[in-house]
């Protein structure tokens, strides 16, 4: 994880604005602020970026979760103090899409070729069913969680991609608000946070195509993240979003975009909205979204603060 540029611009308003650009968790971040960082805390938000990257990816041999998967008879697990909140939000979300979103689905991931490797070649129906021989792994039948410990009786592969990058999001925005900075975007490749008295305009990337947009929203002291079947795919009907029931990408919704006050909500809920309707989801969540299907028909929630072109 290094940092990449650390520069200066001009705003529209003709204010300055510093932008801190560097790659972290397999993807590029840009923090725009109103002040400079100094060195020191461009350090901290590395630092505590590293911290989370070695608890919670499936992809580093030295990582928490890869212990947890390579357990043969699986074993208690401490986690970090910022654990509680993230399994707090799968906990809602798996119940609230009836198990379609669940940190588990990691074996089937990795099952698909979305694995530490990255091989992107499914394994054989064999394999699978092998796996699967002991019954499909579930966030609520196979983990037990007693405060920050995680007990397991098998190898589980616990996978935080639905909601892990917006939770990471949220915590780099709280060490800029301890720092003392009140303006900002965190921007973690399209999953950000606005933090600031005027609101700003982002623009709805078209999912097949990333030189349009389908729409804008206006952000204010909130939060937008998105998620699309074209990000991570790698094969005929093969990408990252999985319904964790059937282990099976979706294929009638395309693209997503959520907006809520917290990041992690807003990461987890664009990827609920793959499974489940947005009415369902607001009996329990507080959000605005946008929902983009296969045959190109768009749905927008009334209290989304924007606009669609299409």
């Known amino acids: 994880?290094?940092?990449?540029?650390?520069?200066?611009?001009?705003?529209?308003?003709?204010?300055?604005?510093?932008?801190?650009?560097?790659?972290?968790?397999?993807?590029?971040?840009?923090?725009?602020?109103?002040?400079?960082?100094?060195?020191?805390?461009?350090?901290?938000?590395?630092?505590?970026?590293?911290?989370?990257?070695?608890?919670?990816?499936?992809?580093?041999?030295?990582?928490?979760?890869?212990?947890?998967?390579?357990?043969?008879?699986?074993?208690?697990?401490?986690?970090?103090?910022?654990s509680v909140a993230l399994f707090d939000l799968y906990d809602r979300l798996y119940t609230a899409t009836g198990g379609a979103v669940d940190p588990l689905v990691g074996r089937d991931l990795e099952h698909l070729g979305y694995d530490r490797t990255y091989s992107l070649t499914p394994v054989s129906d064999l394999v699978r069913a092998q796996a699967n021989a002991g019954g499909k792994a579930s966030w609520t039948k196979d983990v037990i969680r007693d405060g920050t410990s995680l007990i397991t009786r098998r190898p589980l592969v616990i996978d935080v991609g639905a909601a892990g990058k917006g939770y990471l999001v949220d915590i780099v925005s709280e060490i800029l608000?301890?720092?003392?900075?009140?303006?900002?975007?965190?921007?973690?490749?399209?999953?950000?946070?606005?933090?600031?008295?005027s609101s700003i305009q982002v623009g709805l990337e078209h999912p097949f195509d990333p030189s349009l947009v389908i729409g804008v929203v206006n952000l204010n002291n909130q939060a937008?993240?998105?998620?699309?079947?074209?990000?991570r795919a790698w094969g005929d009907g093969l990408h990252h979003v999985?319904?964790?029931?059937?282990?099976?990408?979706?294929?009638?919704?395309?693209?997503?975009?959520?907006?809520?006050?917290?990041?992690?909500?807003?990461?987890?809920?664009?990827?609920?909205?793959?499974?489940?309707?947005?009415?369902?989801?607001?009996?329990?969540?507080?959000?605005?979204?946008?929902?983009?299907?296969?045959?190109?028909?768009a749905e927008i929630s009334q209290n989304f603060d924007g606009e669609l072109f299409t």
């Open 1 to 82: 994880m290094n940092t990449n540029d650390y520069k200066a611009n001009s705003a529209e308003d003709g204010t300055d604005r510093f932008v801190f650009t560097f790659k972290a968790i397999g993807t590029g971040w840009e923090i725009e602020t109103r002040e400079p960082l100094s060195r020191r805390l461009q350090q901290r938000i590395l630092k505590r970026i590293e911290q989370f990257d070695s608890t919670y990816s499936r992809f580093r041999q030295d990582s928490l979760v890869s212990r947890v998967a390579a357990a043969p008879d699986g074993g208690c697990f401490d986690f970090p103090d910022d």
């Open 177 to 197: 608000h301890e720092a003392g900075f009140t303006e900002f975007v965190v921007d973690g490749s399209g999953d950000l946070r606005h933090s600031g008295e």
């Open 224 to 231: 937008l993240c998105a998620s699309a079947v074209n990000r």
């Open 242 to 297: 999985l319904d964790a029931r059937t282990g099976v990408p979706v294929s009638d919704v395309v693209a997503t975009w959520v907006v809520a006050d917290e990041a992690a909500t807003a990461d987890g809920l664009a990827t609920a909205l793959f499974f489940t309707r947005g009415d369902h989801l607001a009996e329990v969540f507080r959000f605005s979204y946008v929902r983009m299907y296969a045959d190109g028909r």
